[in-house]
Structures are given as structure tokens and as C-alpha cells.
């Protein structure tokens, strides 16, 4: 009976799980072809060249103030070296400060790639569903990520309806 029981239950999990439908999406490639994907990264670009360079005149001043320090040294005395370190070691940490404020984990870079990324990623999140919902998907795994598929069938791949959902078909 035990065992009877048993491959039923077997029976019915491979059975649930053979009915399952999966599809694929390429999320390099839809956003790609999504130009507000294109325009933000453009803009974090931009904003991160800006912000790295602010980091690195900082720090190009205060290695310009050590060199001429250490060509001053001796003809310093003790106050007047204590205040030029003080002074480079300052410069240091400013721009140490600036450089976690900008690019740090929860940095302004951090925060405004959210606030660009979050509307579009929510976009193809939503059409994704849909599609899902619509064709009775139970998973939908991202292929350019770094998950282990070694093949998917250009059939279940979903990128190009997504993309014709959010507007962006070719």
C-alpha cells in the first residue's frame, strides 16, 4: 500500500512538473533596444566621468602639495611641517570622502543608476509578466545571465515579444 502510494505521488510530481512551460529572454538584448536604456546609461557615463574627475584633481593636489613639501622639508621648521601634512593629509581624506560619497555601495552613482534603471527594469518586469500570464509560462530564466544554460531553443525565446509589448519592436 506504502508503495502504491508512493509512485502515485511520484507519478503526480513528474507528471505536475513535465506540464510546466518555460521560456527564455535575452536582457542584453531587449534593453539594448530600448533607447531610454541607452539614454541613462549615457547619462551615468557622464555623471561618473564628472564625479571621477572631481576625485582625481583632489588627489592631484595633494600629490602635487607632497612633492613640493618633500622639496621643502628642510628648509621647514617643525610647526610649518606639521601644518603642510595636516594640510596634504587633509586633501587626502577629502577626496577619500568624496570618492566613497560618489562611487561608494550606497553612493550618489549607486542612487542615480536606481532611479534611472528601476522605471525600465519595472517596464519589461510588468510585459514579461503579461506574456507569462498570457501563454501560461511557470518560469522565464534570463539567458544572459550567468546561469548555467548551455542551450535554449529559439522557440521559447520570448525577447523579441517582450520588446513588440513595450513598443520597441522592430
Known sequence: MKKLFLLLAL????????????????????????PAYERANEQLNQVSKK?????????????????????????????????????????????SDLKRKYFGPEGELFKKRESLMSPIQEEIYTAVKEISELRGYSLVIDRASDTAIIFGSPKIDISNEVLNKLGYGN
Open 51 to 95: 564625479w571621477q574627475a572631481e576625485v582625481e584633481a583632489l588627489n592631484a593636489e595633494a600629490s602635487t602639495k607632497y612633492k613640493n613639501f618633500q622639496n621643502e622639508a628642510l628648509f621647514l621648521s617643525a610647526e610649518a611641517k606639521k601644518a603642510a601634512q595636516e594640510e596634504i593629509m587633509q586633501l587626502e581624506k577629502k577626496a
Open 11 to 34: 507519478f503526480t510530481v513528474t507528471l505536475g512538473a513535465s506540464a510546466q512551460k518555460f521560456a527564455l529572454i535575452d536582457m542584453e538584448y531587449v534593453l539594448k533596444n530600448i
